[in-house]
T-cell receptor, first 119, second 112 residues
Protein backbone atom coordinates (compact mmCIF):
# COMPACT_ATOMS: atom_id res chain seq x y z
CA UNK A 1 0.00 0.00 0.00
CA UNK A 2 0.87 3.72 -0.01
CA UNK A 3 1.97 3.88 -3.64
CA UNK A 4 2.66 7.29 -5.14
CA UNK A 5 3.14 7.62 -8.87
CA UNK A 6 4.80 10.47 -10.70
CA UNK A 7 4.60 11.22 -14.39
CA UNK A 8 6.62 11.78 -16.45
CA UNK A 9 9.75 10.23 -15.01
CA UNK A 10 12.00 12.17 -17.36
CA UNK A 11 11.45 15.19 -19.55
CA UNK A 12 13.70 17.25 -21.78
CA UNK A 13 12.41 20.46 -23.23
CA UNK A 14 13.51 23.76 -24.67
CA UNK A 15 14.02 26.88 -22.63
CA UNK A 16 10.86 28.94 -22.33
CA UNK A 17 8.38 26.08 -22.40
CA UNK A 18 6.16 25.04 -19.54
CA UNK A 19 6.25 21.55 -18.08
CA UNK A 20 3.57 19.81 -16.05
CA UNK A 21 4.38 17.03 -13.61
CA UNK A 22 1.67 14.83 -12.13
CA UNK A 23 1.67 13.18 -8.73
CA UNK A 24 -0.94 10.55 -7.96
CA UNK A 25 -1.67 8.53 -4.87
CA UNK A 26 -2.70 5.19 -6.35
CA UNK A 27 -4.18 3.26 -3.46
CA UNK A 28 -5.07 5.91 -0.91
CA UNK A 29 -6.53 9.37 -0.63
CA UNK A 30 -4.20 12.22 0.21
CA UNK A 31 -5.42 15.55 1.51
CA UNK A 32 -1.86 16.79 1.64
CA UNK A 33 0.91 16.36 -0.88
CA UNK A 34 4.35 17.90 -0.95
CA UNK A 35 6.68 18.94 -3.74
CA UNK A 36 10.44 18.76 -3.35
CA UNK A 37 13.41 19.62 -5.46
CA UNK A 38 16.70 17.75 -5.30
CA UNK A 39 19.97 18.73 -6.93
CA UNK A 40 22.66 16.10 -7.60
CA UNK A 41 24.22 14.70 -4.42
CA UNK A 42 22.14 17.00 -2.27
CA UNK A 43 19.23 16.58 0.06
CA UNK A 44 15.55 17.16 -0.61
CA UNK A 45 14.39 20.75 -0.35
CA UNK A 46 10.71 21.33 0.24
CA UNK A 47 9.19 23.67 -2.33
CA UNK A 48 5.54 23.71 -1.35
CA UNK A 49 2.75 21.96 0.49
CA UNK A 50 -0.25 21.13 -1.64
CA UNK A 51 -3.65 20.90 0.01
CA UNK A 52 -6.68 19.49 -1.77
CA UNK A 53 -9.19 22.20 -2.59
CA UNK A 54 -7.08 25.12 -1.41
CA UNK A 55 -4.05 27.13 -2.40
CA UNK A 56 -0.63 25.65 -1.97
CA UNK A 57 1.71 26.93 0.71
CA UNK A 58 5.11 27.81 -0.71
CA UNK A 59 8.41 27.78 1.12
CA UNK A 60 10.42 30.95 1.41
CA UNK A 61 12.27 31.75 -1.78
CA UNK A 62 10.07 29.60 -4.04
CA UNK A 63 8.28 31.63 -6.70
CA UNK A 64 4.61 30.72 -6.72
CA UNK A 65 4.12 32.18 -10.19
CA UNK A 66 6.99 30.08 -11.49
CA UNK A 67 5.94 26.81 -9.89
CA UNK A 68 2.18 26.45 -10.17
CA UNK A 69 0.59 23.80 -8.00
CA UNK A 70 -2.90 22.42 -8.38
CA UNK A 71 -4.39 19.81 -6.04
CA UNK A 72 -7.77 19.28 -7.63
CA UNK A 73 -8.64 15.91 -6.14
CA UNK A 74 -7.71 13.66 -3.23
CA UNK A 75 -5.46 11.60 -5.47
CA UNK A 76 -3.83 14.11 -7.82
CA UNK A 77 -1.55 17.10 -7.47
CA UNK A 78 0.24 18.76 -10.37
CA UNK A 79 3.31 20.98 -10.50
CA UNK A 80 3.75 23.18 -13.55
CA UNK A 81 7.13 24.76 -14.12
CA UNK A 82 6.31 27.82 -16.20
CA UNK A 83 8.69 29.32 -18.74
CA UNK A 84 11.37 26.87 -17.71
CA UNK A 85 15.04 27.81 -18.00
CA UNK A 86 18.22 25.74 -17.64
CA UNK A 87 18.55 26.68 -13.97
CA UNK A 88 15.22 24.93 -13.35
CA UNK A 89 16.79 21.63 -14.36
CA UNK A 90 16.56 19.34 -11.36
CA UNK A 91 14.97 16.23 -9.88
CA UNK A 92 11.44 17.01 -8.72
CA UNK A 93 9.84 14.64 -6.23
CA UNK A 94 6.38 14.58 -4.76
CA UNK A 95 5.11 12.91 -1.63
CA UNK A 96 1.74 12.27 -0.08
CA UNK A 97 0.34 11.58 3.34
CA UNK A 98 -2.29 8.91 3.62
CA UNK A 99 -5.71 9.90 4.83
CA UNK A 100 -7.92 12.91 5.10
CA UNK A 101 -7.42 13.59 8.75
CA UNK A 102 -4.26 15.55 9.19
CA UNK A 103 -2.24 14.32 12.09
CA UNK A 104 1.33 15.05 12.94
CA UNK A 105 3.72 12.18 12.91
CA UNK A 106 2.76 10.40 9.72
CA UNK A 107 5.20 9.20 7.10
CA UNK A 108 5.27 10.83 3.72
CA UNK A 109 5.24 8.37 0.83
CA UNK A 110 7.28 9.45 -2.16
CA UNK A 111 6.98 9.09 -5.87
CA UNK A 112 9.97 8.11 -7.96
CA UNK A 113 10.66 11.64 -9.10
CA UNK A 114 10.79 13.50 -12.39
CA UNK A 115 14.11 14.43 -13.91
CA UNK A 116 13.67 17.73 -15.70
CA UNK A 117 16.30 18.90 -18.17
CA UNK A 118 15.92 22.28 -19.82
CA UNK A 119 18.06 22.91 -22.87
CA UNK B 1 13.56 26.66 12.67
CA UNK B 2 14.92 23.17 12.44
CA UNK B 3 18.23 22.06 11.08
CA UNK B 4 19.20 18.46 10.63
CA UNK B 5 22.78 17.35 10.29
CA UNK B 6 24.53 14.12 9.62
CA UNK B 7 27.86 13.07 11.00
CA UNK B 8 29.23 11.26 7.96
CA UNK B 9 28.41 11.87 4.29
CA UNK B 10 29.72 8.42 3.33
CA UNK B 11 29.96 5.07 5.07
CA UNK B 12 31.52 1.90 3.74
CA UNK B 13 30.96 -1.49 5.41
CA UNK B 14 31.61 -5.11 4.61
CA UNK B 15 28.72 -7.27 3.54
CA UNK B 16 27.29 -9.02 6.56
CA UNK B 17 28.50 -6.41 9.03
CA UNK B 18 26.22 -4.07 10.93
CA UNK B 19 26.10 -0.39 10.00
CA UNK B 20 25.12 2.65 12.01
CA UNK B 21 24.09 5.93 10.46
CA UNK B 22 23.78 8.98 12.68
CA UNK B 23 21.76 12.15 12.57
CA UNK B 24 21.52 15.22 14.80
CA UNK B 25 18.68 17.70 15.00
CA UNK B 26 18.45 21.12 16.56
CA UNK B 27 14.86 21.77 17.60
CA UNK B 28 13.82 20.29 20.93
CA UNK B 29 10.18 20.68 19.83
CA UNK B 30 10.71 18.01 17.17
CA UNK B 31 8.62 14.99 17.94
CA UNK B 32 8.55 12.81 14.84
CA UNK B 33 11.57 11.24 13.21
CA UNK B 34 11.83 9.14 10.10
CA UNK B 35 14.48 7.38 8.05
CA UNK B 36 14.35 7.07 4.28
CA UNK B 37 16.45 5.13 1.80
CA UNK B 38 17.03 6.59 -1.64
CA UNK B 39 18.44 4.57 -4.48
CA UNK B 40 19.91 6.23 -7.53
CA UNK B 41 17.27 7.85 -9.74
CA UNK B 42 14.40 7.01 -7.41
CA UNK B 43 12.38 8.70 -4.74
CA UNK B 44 12.97 8.12 -1.04
CA UNK B 45 11.60 4.90 0.37
CA UNK B 46 10.23 4.77 3.92
CA UNK B 47 12.29 2.58 6.26
CA UNK B 48 11.20 3.25 9.80
CA UNK B 49 9.87 6.04 12.00
CA UNK B 50 9.77 6.86 15.67
CA UNK B 51 7.92 9.33 17.84
CA UNK B 52 9.38 11.28 20.70
CA UNK B 53 7.61 9.19 23.33
CA UNK B 54 9.86 6.27 22.40
CA UNK B 55 13.61 5.82 22.42
CA UNK B 56 13.90 2.66 20.34
CA UNK B 57 11.95 0.99 17.60
CA UNK B 58 12.78 -2.11 15.61
CA UNK B 59 11.84 -3.29 12.19
CA UNK B 60 13.11 -6.01 9.94
CA UNK B 61 16.93 -5.79 10.21
CA UNK B 62 16.66 -2.12 11.17
CA UNK B 63 16.57 -0.33 14.51
CA UNK B 64 16.09 3.35 15.15
CA UNK B 65 17.39 4.88 18.36
CA UNK B 66 16.35 8.29 19.61
CA UNK B 67 18.22 10.25 22.27
CA UNK B 68 16.21 13.37 22.98
CA UNK B 69 18.65 14.60 25.58
CA UNK B 70 21.37 15.17 23.02
CA UNK B 71 19.01 15.44 20.05
CA UNK B 72 20.51 12.48 18.27
CA UNK B 73 18.98 9.86 16.05
CA UNK B 74 20.57 6.74 14.61
CA UNK B 75 19.67 3.99 12.18
CA UNK B 76 21.19 0.58 12.66
CA UNK B 77 21.12 -1.93 9.84
CA UNK B 78 21.96 -5.49 10.79
CA UNK B 79 23.76 -7.95 8.52
CA UNK B 80 24.06 -5.55 5.61
CA UNK B 81 23.39 -6.81 2.12
CA UNK B 82 24.39 -5.41 -1.30
CA UNK B 83 20.83 -4.16 -1.72
CA UNK B 84 21.32 -1.88 1.26
CA UNK B 85 23.66 0.32 -0.77
CA UNK B 86 21.89 3.67 -1.10
CA UNK B 87 21.73 7.15 0.36
CA UNK B 88 20.01 7.27 3.75
CA UNK B 89 18.23 10.40 4.93
CA UNK B 90 16.88 11.22 8.33
CA UNK B 91 13.95 13.62 8.44
CA UNK B 92 12.40 15.44 11.35
CA UNK B 93 9.07 17.12 12.03
CA UNK B 94 8.17 19.32 14.93
CA UNK B 95 5.07 18.83 16.99
CA UNK B 96 1.87 19.60 15.14
CA UNK B 97 3.56 20.07 11.77
CA UNK B 98 3.37 17.94 8.67
CA UNK B 99 6.52 19.30 7.07
CA UNK B 100 9.68 17.24 7.20
CA UNK B 101 13.16 18.72 7.37
CA UNK B 102 15.70 16.42 5.77
CA UNK B 103 19.29 15.84 6.72
CA UNK B 104 22.04 15.86 4.10
CA UNK B 105 22.15 12.12 3.66
CA UNK B 106 24.74 9.38 4.15
CA UNK B 107 25.80 7.27 1.21
CA UNK B 108 26.15 3.68 2.39
CA UNK B 109 28.35 1.41 0.31
CA UNK B 110 28.43 -2.33 0.95
CA UNK B 111 31.69 -4.01 0.05
CA UNK B 112 31.58 -7.68 -1.00
Amino acid sequence: GAVVSQHPSWVICKSGTSVKIECRSLDFQATTMFWYRQFPKQSLMLMATSNEGSKATYEQGVEKDKFLINHASLTLSTLTVTSAHPEDSSFYICSAIRGQQILSGQPQHFGDGTRLSIL
Amino acid sequence: GESVGLHLPTLSVQEGDNSIINCAYSNSASDYFIWYKQESGKGPQFIIDIRSNMDKRQGQRVTVLLNKTVKHLSLQIAATQPGDSAVYFCAVARQGAQKLVFGQGTRLTINP
